[in-house]
């Protein structure tokens, strides 16, 4: 079992930025491809970055590509999502996931474990 915590959730105005992160328990957590993935009420979950167990391997929704970036320290058993350039758009409760293995996927049932979402609201 592995039990993901998201945090870095909030209010901010359009142009800015945050950064999520996503704790994991487990320290075979550098064995876990990670995703993040973002729903709005009413819209099913989207996929929004993942990455690969080793970092090395990455993937963006088209829509925050060269703004977001996803990035993962297996020291720390956690990864980030910077999000940078935000505009209104990007509202939604955000999920981290993992995934019990190496290789990322972009399908939210592959993944294998999920955070309890973290709010980011941007205001225009």
């Known amino acids: 079992q592995v039990q993901l915590v998201e945090s870095g959730g909030g209010l901010v105005q359009a142009g800015g930025s945050l950064r999520l992160s996503c704790a994991a328990s487990?320290?075979?957590?550098?064995?876990?491809?990670m995703g993040w993935f973002r729903q709005v009420p009413g819209k099913e979950r989207d996929i929004v970055a993942a990455?690969?167990?080793?970092?090395?391997?990455?993937y963006y929704a088209d829509s925050v590509k060269g703004r977001f970036t996803i990035s993962r320290d297996n020291n720390k058993n956690t990864v980030y999502l910077q999000m940078n350039s935000l505009n209104p758009e990007d509202t939604a409760v955000y999920y981290c996931?993992?995934?019990?293995?190496?290789?990322?996927?972009?399908?939210?049932?592959?993944?294998?474990?999920w955070g309890q979402g973290t709010q980011v609201t941007v205001s225009s």
């Open positions: 996931a993992a995934r019990n293995a190496v290789v990322l996927t972009t399908v939210d049932k592959e993944y294998d474990y």
């Open positions: 487990r320290r075979t957590f550098s064995r876990y491809a």
């Open positions: 990455i690969s167990w080793s970092g090395g391997v990455t």
